[in-house]
Structures are given as structure tokens and as C-alpha cells.
């Protein structure tokens, strides 16, 4: 079972954020500015990423809201993965989810934290999701609803690590 919504439909246009679920039809418009200029575009975007993203309350798209749909998928997709034991992550990966789980999530302790210099840490596939919340972070606050996916799958490994 997967945690994305079944995209069920055809000939509709999908989002510009997530390329995956289909457009909110009442959204209202947001732009993303093009890389060689200051001309803008309009994007359609669904309702999760229009409502979670950590740009949402602008009225365009910021180079965060990229980097927290590259995580938030990554999250969801390891979180199907361990569900279904198709991932099976280092000992140090639980270690480290349960002292991040545990943590007040700033962007000083989120680096520190993706500082650490171990080997399995760094092979590990978590770390791949943690390393854009600090950027995120520069942009929501550590309560905010753009951090529930990773937040999520860091309880799920903990919850395994404090009974191990």
C-alpha cells in the first residue's frame, strides 16, 4: 500500500511542483520565476503541495518549495519501503532518527546533526532525506506541516530503535 494518492485519471494536466497528482481546480495562481531572466510563469499546483509547501503563503514558487517536494517524496517512499521490508536501515540510521525524533528541530541542530562523520550514517539512504530540512527550516518553523512526512517516517524508526 503506498502513501500516495492513486492518480487515477487521464487527459489532465498534473501538478508543476510534484508532476504527479492532479491540479486543484479553485487554487489560485502562482508564478516560478525562469532561470535565464526575470520573466515568470504561471504553475498549477495540487492541493497538498498549494497547502503544505513552505512558500505557501507567497504568491510564487521559491527554490524550498523544491527542495521539500524532493523530501517529502523521498520520506513517503522510504516510509513504503520499510512498511513493506523492502528497506532495511543501519543500526546508526535508527540510532540517529530516535536522536532526531527526540530533538527540537532547528537549522543549527539539523546541521550539526548532518555533520556526523559516520560511515553508515552516510551510506544510509536517511540521511538523503534529512540533508534539505535545515534549508527548509530557513523558511517554517520546526512545528510547521511541510515537516510532517520526514517527521513521520523518524517516528516510525524510533519507535522501533527505543524498543531494540
Known amino acids: 500500500m503506498s502513501s500516495y494518492p492513486d492518480p487515477?485519471?487521464?487527459?489532465?494536466?498534473t501538478c508543476d511542483?510534484?508532476?504527479?497528482?492532479?491540479?486543484a481546480i479553485d487554487a489560485p495562481p502562482v508564478?516560478?520565476?525562469q532561470p535565464a531572466g526575470p520573466q515568470r510563469r504561471q504553475?498549477?499546483?495540487?492541493?497538498?503541495?498549494?497547502?503544505?509547501?513552505?512558500g505557501r503563503r507567497r504568491r510564487e514558487l521559491i527554490e524550498e518549495d523544491f527542495s521539500w517536494q524532493?523530501?517529502?517524496?523521498?520520506?513517503h517512499d522510504l516510509a513504503d519501503a520499510y512498511t513493506a521490508g523492502r528497506w532495511l536501515p543501519y543500526e546508526?540510521?535508527?540510532?540517529?532518527?530516535?536522536g532526531l525524533a527526540r530533538t527540537y528541530w532547528t537549522r543549527a541542530a539539523l546541521e550539526a546533526a548532518l555533520g556526523d562523520p559516520n560511515p553508515y550514517l552516510r551510506a544510509g539512504r536517511l540521511v538523503r532525506v534529512v540533508e534539505p530540512l535545515p534549508r527548509?527550516?530557513?523558511?517554517v518553523g520546526p512545528g510547521d506541516r511541510a515537516l510532517r512526512?520526514?517527521?513521520?517516517?523518524?517516528d516510525t524508526l524510533a519507535v522501533r530503535s527505543a524498543r531494540s
Do not use: K
Not at 546508526?92 to 530516535?98: F, G, N, T, V, Y
Not at 512526512?149 to 523518524?154: D, E, I, N, T
Open 8 to 13: 487515477s485519471f487521464t487527459g489532465a494536466a
Open 17 to 23: 511542483l510534484c508532476h504527479y497528482r492532479r491540479p
Open 31 to 33: 508564478a516560478v520565476r
Open 43 to 54: 504553475v498549477r499546483l495540487c492541493a497538498p503541495c498549494g497547502e503544505d509547501r513552505p
Open 70 to 75: 524532493a523530501m517529502s517524496r523521498q520520506a
Open 92 to 98: 546508526d540510521e535508527h540510532r540517529w532518527a530516535l
Open 136 to 139: 527548509v527550516l530557513a523558511v
Open 149 to 154: 512526512p520526514v517527521q513521520a517516517l523518524l
